[in-house]
Protein backbone atom coordinates (compact mmCIF):
# COMPACT_ATOMS: atom_id res chain seq x y z
CA UNK A 1 0.00 0.00 0.00
CA UNK A 2 1.47 3.15 -0.72
CA UNK A 3 1.53 6.01 1.97
CA UNK A 4 1.50 9.80 1.40
CA UNK A 5 1.25 12.94 3.74
CA UNK A 6 -2.41 13.04 3.25
CA UNK A 7 -4.09 15.50 6.30
CA UNK A 8 -7.36 15.04 8.05
CA UNK A 9 -10.30 16.68 6.43
CA UNK A 10 -11.17 18.90 9.43
CA UNK A 11 -11.92 22.98 8.91
CA UNK A 12 -8.77 22.87 11.37
CA UNK A 13 -6.77 20.92 10.15
CA UNK A 14 -6.44 20.98 6.58
CA UNK A 15 -8.46 18.28 3.99
CA UNK A 16 -7.02 15.15 2.38
CA UNK A 17 -4.79 14.59 -0.47
CA UNK A 18 -6.49 13.10 -3.11
CA UNK A 19 -5.20 11.78 -6.66
CA UNK A 20 -6.95 12.60 -10.08
CA UNK A 21 -10.55 11.06 -10.92
CA UNK A 22 -9.99 7.65 -13.06
CA UNK A 23 -9.68 8.63 -16.83
CA UNK A 24 -12.67 8.56 -18.93
CA UNK A 25 -15.63 8.40 -16.36
CA UNK A 26 -17.55 11.24 -14.96
CA UNK A 27 -17.97 9.89 -11.80
CA UNK A 28 -17.36 12.96 -9.44
CA UNK A 29 -20.29 15.37 -10.75
CA UNK A 30 -22.68 14.08 -8.33
CA UNK A 31 -25.33 17.22 -7.73
CA UNK A 32 -27.27 17.45 -4.46
CA UNK A 33 -30.85 16.45 -4.61
CA UNK A 34 -32.95 19.37 -4.43
CA UNK A 35 -36.24 17.75 -5.31
CA UNK A 36 -39.52 17.39 -2.43
CA UNK A 37 -39.42 13.99 -0.66
CA UNK A 38 -42.19 11.68 -1.92
CA UNK A 39 -45.15 10.76 -0.07
CA UNK A 40 -43.93 7.68 1.27
CA UNK A 41 -40.85 9.39 2.48
CA UNK A 42 -43.17 12.21 3.95
CA UNK A 43 -44.93 9.69 5.73
CA UNK A 44 -41.34 8.37 7.69
CA UNK A 45 -40.33 11.08 8.06
CA UNK A 46 -43.21 12.40 10.11
CA UNK A 47 -43.35 9.39 12.07
CA UNK A 48 -39.84 8.97 12.78
CA UNK A 49 -40.67 12.20 14.24
CA UNK A 50 -43.90 11.65 15.39
CA UNK A 51 -42.28 8.55 17.38
CA UNK A 52 -39.43 10.45 19.35
CA UNK A 53 -41.24 12.91 20.15
CA UNK A 54 -43.91 10.54 22.09
CA UNK A 55 -41.49 8.95 23.69
CA UNK A 56 -39.90 12.04 24.95
CA UNK A 57 -43.08 13.99 26.44
CA UNK A 58 -44.02 9.44 27.63
CA UNK A 59 -40.63 10.60 30.02
CA UNK A 60 -41.76 13.69 30.52
CA UNK A 61 -45.60 12.67 31.72
CA UNK A 62 -43.80 9.86 34.38
CA UNK A 63 -41.53 12.30 35.82
CA UNK A 64 -43.94 14.80 36.81
CA UNK A 65 -46.35 12.41 38.04
CA UNK A 66 -43.67 11.00 40.11
CA UNK A 67 -42.90 14.78 41.31
CA UNK A 68 -47.04 14.46 41.99
CA UNK A 69 -46.47 11.47 44.45
CA UNK A 70 -43.38 12.99 46.13
CA UNK A 71 -45.54 15.26 46.87
CA UNK A 72 -47.75 13.77 48.50
CA UNK A 73 -45.66 12.16 50.41
CA UNK A 74 -44.16 15.16 51.75
CA UNK A 75 -47.54 16.52 52.87
CA UNK A 76 -48.31 13.77 54.64
CA UNK A 77 -45.32 13.47 56.53
CA UNK A 78 -44.87 17.12 56.98
CA UNK A 79 -46.63 16.33 60.77
CA UNK A 80 -44.14 13.77 61.60
CA UNK A 81 -41.25 13.91 59.98
CA UNK A 82 -38.04 15.51 61.80
CA UNK A 83 -36.61 18.54 59.76
CA UNK A 84 -33.69 16.56 58.22
CA UNK A 85 -36.08 14.23 56.95
CA UNK A 86 -38.17 16.74 54.82
CA UNK A 87 -35.13 18.74 53.75
CA UNK A 88 -33.85 14.98 52.43
CA UNK A 89 -37.20 14.55 50.59
CA UNK A 90 -37.10 17.95 49.27
CA UNK A 91 -34.00 17.30 47.49
CA UNK A 92 -35.73 14.26 46.05
CA UNK A 93 -38.12 16.00 44.64
CA UNK A 94 -35.92 18.79 43.14
CA UNK A 95 -33.58 15.77 41.44
CA UNK A 96 -36.93 14.67 39.49
CA UNK A 97 -37.35 18.21 38.80
CA UNK A 98 -33.68 18.57 37.54
CA UNK A 99 -34.84 15.32 35.01
CA UNK A 100 -37.81 17.49 33.83
CA UNK A 101 -35.99 20.63 32.83
CA UNK A 102 -33.44 17.94 30.97
CA UNK A 103 -36.04 16.42 29.23
CA UNK A 104 -38.04 19.54 28.03
CA UNK A 105 -34.35 20.83 26.76
CA UNK A 106 -34.50 17.67 24.87
CA UNK A 107 -37.96 18.28 23.41
CA UNK A 108 -36.85 22.27 22.70
CA UNK A 109 -33.38 21.09 20.78
CA UNK A 110 -35.43 18.36 18.99
CA UNK A 111 -38.22 20.79 17.72
CA UNK A 112 -35.81 23.76 17.16
CA UNK A 113 -34.00 21.18 14.43
CA UNK A 114 -36.98 20.51 12.83
CA UNK A 115 -38.08 24.07 12.33
CA UNK A 116 -34.76 24.53 10.51
CA UNK A 117 -35.71 21.63 8.61
CA UNK A 118 -33.96 18.25 10.27
CA UNK A 119 -35.20 15.33 10.58
CA UNK A 120 -33.94 11.77 12.51
CA UNK A 121 -32.40 9.57 9.61
CA UNK A 122 -31.91 6.02 10.06
CA UNK A 123 -28.36 5.87 8.77
CA UNK A 124 -28.41 2.28 7.22
CA UNK A 125 -31.39 2.29 5.23
CA UNK A 126 -30.28 5.98 3.69
CA UNK A 127 -27.10 3.85 2.95
CA UNK A 128 -28.92 0.82 1.56
CA UNK A 129 -31.05 3.21 -0.85
CA UNK A 130 -27.60 4.30 -2.10
CA UNK A 131 -26.49 0.77 -2.66
CA UNK A 132 -29.68 0.36 -4.87
CA UNK A 133 -29.27 2.98 -6.78
CA UNK A 134 -26.13 0.88 -8.33
CA UNK A 135 -27.46 -2.55 -8.46
CA UNK A 136 -26.58 -4.13 -11.92
CA UNK A 137 -23.61 -1.72 -12.28
CA UNK A 138 -20.00 -2.30 -12.78
CA UNK A 139 -19.45 -0.27 -9.43
CA UNK A 140 -21.31 -1.94 -7.03
CA UNK A 141 -21.65 -0.78 -3.10
CA UNK A 142 -21.52 -3.24 -0.20
CA UNK A 143 -23.59 -2.00 3.00
CA UNK A 144 -22.24 -3.13 6.10
CA UNK A 145 -24.29 -2.56 9.26
CA UNK A 146 -22.63 -2.90 12.61
CA UNK A 147 -25.04 -0.64 14.47
CA UNK A 148 -28.58 0.69 14.00
CA UNK A 149 -27.87 4.57 13.46
CA UNK A 150 -30.33 7.22 13.89
CA UNK A 151 -28.75 11.01 13.22
CA UNK A 152 -30.36 14.50 12.75
CA UNK A 153 -29.61 15.89 9.22
CA UNK A 154 -31.29 17.21 5.99
CA UNK A 155 -31.94 14.37 3.93
CA UNK A 156 -30.30 15.38 0.76
CA UNK A 157 -28.12 16.93 2.04
CA UNK A 158 -26.24 13.91 3.79
CA UNK A 159 -27.25 11.54 1.23
CA UNK A 160 -25.08 14.11 -1.04
CA UNK A 161 -22.18 13.82 1.50
CA UNK A 162 -22.05 9.93 0.86
CA UNK A 163 -22.27 10.31 -2.54
CA UNK A 164 -19.07 12.71 -2.90
CA UNK A 165 -17.41 10.31 -0.66
CA UNK A 166 -18.21 7.42 -2.26
CA UNK A 167 -16.65 9.61 -5.28
CA UNK A 168 -13.44 10.71 -3.43
CA UNK A 169 -12.59 7.23 -2.23
CA UNK A 170 -13.45 5.68 -5.96
CA UNK A 171 -10.93 8.47 -7.35
CA UNK A 172 -7.76 7.61 -4.30
CA UNK A 173 -7.94 3.67 -5.85
CA UNK A 174 -8.27 5.17 -9.67
CA UNK A 175 -11.75 3.63 -9.81
CA UNK A 176 -10.73 0.25 -8.78
CA UNK A 177 -11.76 -2.27 -5.97
CA UNK A 178 -15.84 -2.72 -4.12
CA UNK A 179 -16.53 0.29 -2.35
CA UNK A 180 -18.14 -0.31 1.38
CA UNK A 181 -20.44 1.72 4.05
CA UNK A 182 -20.19 0.90 6.89
CA UNK A 183 -21.83 2.37 9.88
CA UNK A 184 -21.38 1.96 13.06
CA UNK A 185 -21.28 4.06 16.39
CA UNK A 186 -17.76 5.73 17.72
CA UNK A 187 -18.64 6.11 21.58
CA UNK A 188 -21.44 8.71 20.93
CA UNK A 189 -20.94 9.66 17.33
CA UNK A 190 -22.41 7.87 14.88
CA UNK A 191 -20.07 7.45 11.84
CA UNK A 192 -20.07 5.85 8.47
CA UNK A 193 -16.65 4.83 6.96
CA UNK A 194 -16.60 5.01 3.47
CA UNK A 195 -13.87 2.55 2.51
CA UNK A 196 -12.69 0.76 -0.78
CA UNK A 197 -10.80 -2.70 -1.37
CA UNK A 198 -8.67 -0.80 -4.13
CA UNK A 199 -5.24 0.28 -3.55
CA UNK A 200 -4.42 3.90 -3.06
CA UNK A 201 -2.97 5.42 -5.73
CA UNK A 202 -1.45 9.12 -6.53
CA UNK A 203 -2.04 12.16 -7.97
CA UNK A 204 -4.85 14.77 -6.90
CA UNK A 205 -7.86 16.69 -8.31
CA UNK A 206 -7.95 20.19 -6.30
CA UNK A 207 -11.50 20.82 -7.56
CA UNK A 208 -12.48 17.58 -6.19
CA UNK A 209 -10.90 18.37 -2.30
CA UNK A 210 -12.49 21.43 -2.46
CA UNK A 211 -15.58 20.68 -3.78
CA UNK A 212 -15.60 17.59 -1.07
CA UNK A 213 -14.49 19.84 1.58
CA UNK A 214 -17.67 22.31 1.10
CA UNK A 215 -20.28 19.78 1.38
CA UNK A 216 -18.96 18.68 4.32
CA UNK A 217 -18.40 21.74 6.10
CA UNK A 218 -22.01 23.06 4.77
CA UNK A 219 -23.39 19.72 6.11
CA UNK A 220 -21.65 20.32 9.87
CA UNK A 221 -19.62 16.76 8.97
CA UNK A 222 -15.99 15.90 10.21
CA UNK A 223 -14.05 13.69 8.40
CA UNK A 224 -11.26 11.80 9.22
CA UNK A 225 -9.37 8.62 8.34
CA UNK A 226 -10.63 5.48 9.04
CA UNK A 227 -8.21 2.74 10.93
CA UNK A 228 -5.70 2.17 7.94
CA UNK A 229 -4.58 6.38 8.41
CA UNK A 230 -3.77 8.70 5.72
CA UNK A 231 -2.20 6.44 3.54
CA UNK A 232 -5.28 4.48 3.15
CA UNK A 233 -8.26 4.96 0.61
CA UNK A 234 -11.25 5.22 2.94
CA UNK A 235 -12.71 7.78 5.37
CA UNK A 236 -15.18 8.06 7.95
CA UNK A 237 -17.74 10.67 8.14
CA UNK A 238 -18.77 11.79 11.81
CA UNK A 239 -22.23 12.83 11.77
CA UNK A 240 -23.99 15.17 13.66
CA UNK A 241 -26.13 13.65 16.22
Known amino acids: MTTDSNLVLDPATGSYILPAPPRGKNLLTVGEETEAPSPYQAGTIARAMGERFQVTAQSLEMLLL ?3 ERVHLLDQAIAEDTRA ?3 GAVREIAKVLDWCDATCTELATDSSKAVDGFEPIDVVELCNHISATHEGLTDPIA ?3 RNDL ?6 GQLRHVVQK ?3 VVWARTGGQGLRCL ?3 WRDTTPTIRVCSRGEPTRGIDPNLVEDFRLVVETAGITVVPDDLGRGGAGLVLMLPV
Open 165 to 167: ALA
Open 182 to 184: ETE
Open 66 to 68: EVR
Open 150 to 155: TCWAKR
Open 85 to 87: QLK
Open 143 to 145: VIA
